[in-house]
């Protein structure tokens, strides 16, 4: 693949890796292939965001690195080893989608137990609990109960968990879902120290955003195939074509006949246009003298990127998210 740089020392290396579910009975079984011929390779040091609608196989992925689903076919190492070895897995840290707690203990207790797992003890298990909790702006809190904790609290300490035995790979999945805007703030501050400390971060997300600001490089899986890997930096930097809004008074209305717009709220005076006519749009509207109150893209660079990629007109007109 293009996007391979073969001289970096890999995290993860995977080679047509598949995973065929069956459920049901043997007689009338349902088969699913959640993920068909993977190949894939995850340099150290690095944020890897993998990203997928919906049932598009990110969490097969994940639980198939480490170590928790067994493939239908193919091969990888992690940490440059055998995933059932017991020593790479204790340089791996991870946070399900769903991860559940105790609610009965606090935060301090939770790392504790997770910490005596990894074998520490005495002071140098309070040492790495007073350390992990610093990194995940739990310090004040860490002494209420689980019970109490808004979900923010609950993801920081789940990361809190999978960083108390200090791991090369951190595997995340959707660790900002549900949060509110300051949680997922402070989970990306989190990340982003976690990689300036060289931690190797695997994170699963249908949140585009969050990719855009944390990952190095992403790989878009749709329908259990891969369907590209890119370095955020030329995904950015990519020309894809984005819609705009531009907000019009209403009563500007008569000035937009003829226009190239897709949409447009007569309510409001506001027309959608492709990207690619946005020059040329502006330029009639100002040659028509309509005021123009304001321009905004309807979606980022990386959510564009990604629709494109899955073909996903489809799924925009399924969702109405472009309809106004
Ligand atoms: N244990 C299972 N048994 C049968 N089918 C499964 C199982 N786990 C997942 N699947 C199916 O495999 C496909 C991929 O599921 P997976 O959970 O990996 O997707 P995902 O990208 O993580 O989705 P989401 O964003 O909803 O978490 C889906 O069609 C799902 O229904
Ligand atoms: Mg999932």
Redesign the pocket.
């Known amino acids: 693949m293009k996007t391979e740089q073969p001289d970096l020392p890999l995290a993860i290396r995977i080679r047509g890796l598949s ?1 065929t ?3 049901g009975f043997w007689f009338t079984p ?1 088969v ?4 068909k011929n993977l190949h894939l390779d995850v340099y150290e040091n690095e944020a890897f965001g993998l990203m ?12 198939l690195i480490l170590g928790l ?1 067994k493939p239908t076919a193919g091969e990888m190492s992690v940490l440059g080893g055998n995933i059932f070895n017991r020593s790479i897995r204790s340089h791996i840290g991870y946070l399900p ?1 769903l991860p559940y707690f105790s609610k009965q203990h606090t935060g301090r207790e939770l790392l504790e137990y997770f910490g005596e797992l990894h074998g520490l003890r005495g002071k140098t298990l309070r040492h790495r609990v007073d350390e992990v909790l610093e990194m995940v702006r739990m310090a004040k809190t860490a002494g209420q109960r689980v019970s109490g904790y808004s979900k923010g609290m609950m993801q920081r300490i789940g990361i809190g968990q999978a960083l108390i035995g200090k791991p090369k790979l951190l595997v995340c ?2 660790p900002m879902s549900g949060l509110d805007p300051v949680g997922y703030k402070e989970m990306r501050d989190i990340f982003l120290d976690l990689k300036k400390g060289g931690t190797t971060l695997f994170l ?1 997300t ?1 949140i585009l955003d969050e990719v855009e600001r944390i990952c190095d490089r992403v790989g878009i ?1 749709h329908e ?1 195939v891969l369907k590209d890997v890119a370095p955020m930096k030329k995904i950015l930097e990519a020309s894809v074509p984005v819609d705009y809004w531009l907000d019009l008074d209403k009563s500007e209305a008569s000035k937009l006949s003829g226009l190239p717009f897709k949409a447009s709220v007569a309510g409001n005076g506001g027309i959608q246009i492709a990207g690619l006519v946005l020059t040329e749009t502006l330029a009639l509207l100002t040659s028509r003298k309509a005021k123009v109150n304001s321009v905004r893209p309807l979606s980022s660079i990386v959510e564009a990127y990604f629709l494109k990629t899955i073909g996903a007109q489809n799924y925009l007109m399924e969702s109405g998210r472009n309809e106004k």
């Open positions: 995973k579910y069956k459920t349902t699913t292939q959640a993920l997928g609608l919906n049932g598009a196989g990110k969490t097969t992925v994940i639980k689903l989608e999945d959707e699963n249908h899986l259990g």
